[in-house]
């Protein structure tokens, strides 16, 4: 089983900063398989970035995605209020069971 | 636009059964894999159980593996998820979650789960 860590667990930061938030793989995930969501209390997940780098229909440039292999990163360029929730990444290959990290929670400063 | 809708949840004691539904709308059912995403209260999230279109490839989570069972009826539309012998750290929100196509997803296989239901509950306790 690929085990996802996310860090840091908790990020506080301020409007208009940057986030930027941390997936390691216990093994190499190919870079078309990594996902990133995002969730709000009492809401479903939200798909934003799939293939470790393109952006879900919808989804506002801020968020950017980028990474290989074990280490993957999710940046949000410009916090913006509706962007403070808990962001998991997710990975989906041909290595079942497909897992996802623990989350990361972003919080205002 | 797509709808994912689960019902059935609810309280279970430990060894018991639930089956839970997911309703699908907006979309044409038979040509999507879909899924079941569970989230223990206040934890993250852990896939359980996948199908395909035509119900011919079914994976399932070692956690659930024997005990939980994945279907779908295409003519109704509808994902389904038969849960037996119930454990107390089967207690989570369930939500289904479609798995995203293959056009739209870099015609890779798998893809991520484009679209999730809003969950439904399922508490096990004495």
């Known amino acids: 089983e690929i085990v996802l860590t996310q860090s840091p667990g908790t990020l506080s930061l301020s409007l208009g900063e940057r986030a930027t938030l941390s997936c390691r793989a216990s093994q190499s995930v190919s870079s078309s398989y990594l996902a990133w969501y995002q969730q709000k209390p009492g809401q479903a997940p939200r798909l934003l970035i799939y293939g470790s780098s393109s952006r879900a229909t919808g989804i506002p440039d801020r968020f950017s995605g980028?990474?290989?292999?074990t280490d993957f990163t999710l940046t949000i360029s410009r916090l913006e209020p509706e962007d403070f929730a808990v962001y998991y990444c997710h990975q989906y290959g041909s290595s079942r069971p497909w897992t996802f990290g623990q989350g990361t929670k972003v919080e205002i400063k | 636009e797509v709808q994912l809708v689960e019902s059935g949840g609810g309280l279970a004691q430990p060894g018991g059964s639930l089956?839970?539904?997911c309703a699908a709308s907006g979309f044409t059912f038979n040509t999507y894999s879909m899924d079941w995403v569970r989230q223990p209260p206040g934890k993250g999230l852990e896939w359980v159980s996948h199908i395909d279109g035509s119900s011919t490839h079914i994976y399932d989570a070692?956690?659930?593996k024997g005990r939980f069972t994945i279907s779908r009826d295409n003519a109704k539309n509808s994902l389904?998820?038969?849960?037996?012998s119930l454990r107390v750290e089967d207690t989570a929100v369930y939500y289904c979650?479609?798995?995203?196509?293959?056009?739209?997803?870099?015609g890779v296989s798998p893809r991520p789960f484009d679209y999730w239901g809003q969950g439904t509950l399922v508490t096990v306790s004495s």
């Open chain 1, 66 to 69: 980028s990474g290989s292999g």
């Open chain 2, 19 to 21: 089956r839970l539904s």
């Open chain 2, 62 to 64: 070692d956690s659930v």
């Open chain 2, 80 to 84: 389904y998820l038969q849960m037996n």
């Open chain 2, 97 to 106: 979650a479609r798995m995203g196509d293959m056009n739209t997803f870099g």
